[in-house]
Nanobody
Framework: QVQLVESGGGLVQPGGSLRLSCAASGFAFSIHDMSWYRQAPGKERELVARITSPGGSTNYADSVKGRFTISRDNAKNMVSLQMNSLKPEDTAVYYC????????????WGQGTQVTVSS
């Protein structure tokens, strides 16, 4: 049974930091690219960060470059997103996403975790 379970969301003040984690199971984690997406109310879901299989390359949305860092631990089947210098516009539900490196149909979404940046 495929599972992607996010954790670490919550309420943080502007300028603060938060670390999100995604625990994966039920599929070959190490041959899937892993990403974090986010969606705010009334907005389209957008790519925040991606790290390729097995972890040699990363890319980020322009809005988070220099503030967010994505990482993965293939031995633990886990991907993380370290978020620093948080802004109110970072408020959204954050989703973990897995994409098989070669098989287009091999993709999975987590349930999401809420991040709220407010004073």
């Amino acid at each position: 049974q495929v599972q992607l379970v996010e954790s670490g969301g919550g309420l943080v003040q502007p300028g603060g930091s938060l670390r999100l984690s995604c625990a994966a199971s039920g599929f070959a984690f190490s041959i899937h690219d892993m990403s974090w997406y986010r969606q705010a109310p009334g907005k389209e879901r957008e790519l925040v960060a991606r790290i390729t299989s097995p972890g040699g390359s990363t890319n980020y949305a322009d809005s988070v470059k220099g503030r967010f860092t994505i990482s993965r631990d293939n031995a633990k089947n886990m991907v993380s997103l370290q978020m620093n210098s948080l802004k109110p516009e970072d408020t959204a539900v954050y989703y973990c996403y897995a994409q098989h490196r070669f098989v287009s149909a091999g993709h999975y979404w987590g349930q999401g975790t809420q991040v709220t940046v407010s004073s």
